[in-house]
């Protein structure tokens, strides 16, 4: 939120004005339900619906597009992939299709595993994302990750982001500041 919110520059969004800052690159070593600045200011029923749409096959409202469903199948694929070939660059799956409408392309378009050092490394590739609701995918993501990881029988390494217009909706201004400037004790 700070990178948003010191680098980032006014710009228009269907959901209103909005900060856009520059394409962000970033490692989490341990994604956990038990952080603290979520347990404090984290939102459980709009998490669990974010699960429902990461785990579930059909489209839970009021989302377009099922991530379940974009996932799911691939994943197979990819695990069969490193197990024949674990130093592979190639276990890339697309949550994208070609000529699919315009209100329904997701914020998380790709998903990359590779095996380094006996752990399972995913990269998770956004093409925007709200960097105030960001935990709501970080999360879910993790379950992925960990299942994944799970299946290929090795421990879970770290998750790297990339987002490529980084965002913060202008009306969530009151809510992003707590997070961001929590008050000197």
Request: aromatic share 12%; net charge positive.
């Amino acid at each position: 939120m700070r990178h948003v919110w010191s680098a980032g520059t006014l710009a228009d969004d269907d959901r209103g004005p909005v900060i856009e800052a520059p394409s962000v690159l970033f490692e989490i070593a341990r994604v956990s339900g038990d952080d603290p600045i979520i347990a404090r200011y984290g939102d459980t029923d709009r998490l669990a619906l974010y699960r429902r749409k990461f785990s579930e096959q059909t489209v839970v409202p009021p989302f377009k597009y099922s991530y379940g469903a974009r996932i799911g199948g691939q994943l197979g694929w990819a695990a069969d992939l490193l197990r024949v070939k674990p130093y592979s660059k190639s276990a890339w799956i697309s949550l994208t299709a070609p000529g699919e409408g315009y209100d329904a392309v997701p914020c998380l378009v790709g998903l990359a595993f590779r095996v380094r050092e006996g752990a399972l490394v995913m990269t998770a590739t956004f093409r925007s994302q709200n960097a105030y609701t960001s935990y709501l995918n970080y999360l879910p993501l993790a379950d992925v990750h960990a299942a994944m990881a799970a299946k290929l029988e090795v421990e879970r390494g770290p998750m790297r982001v990339f987002v490529d217009v980084p965002h913060l909706y202008l009306s969530d201004s009151p809510r992003v500041f707590p997070v961001m400037w929590r008050p000197l004790s």
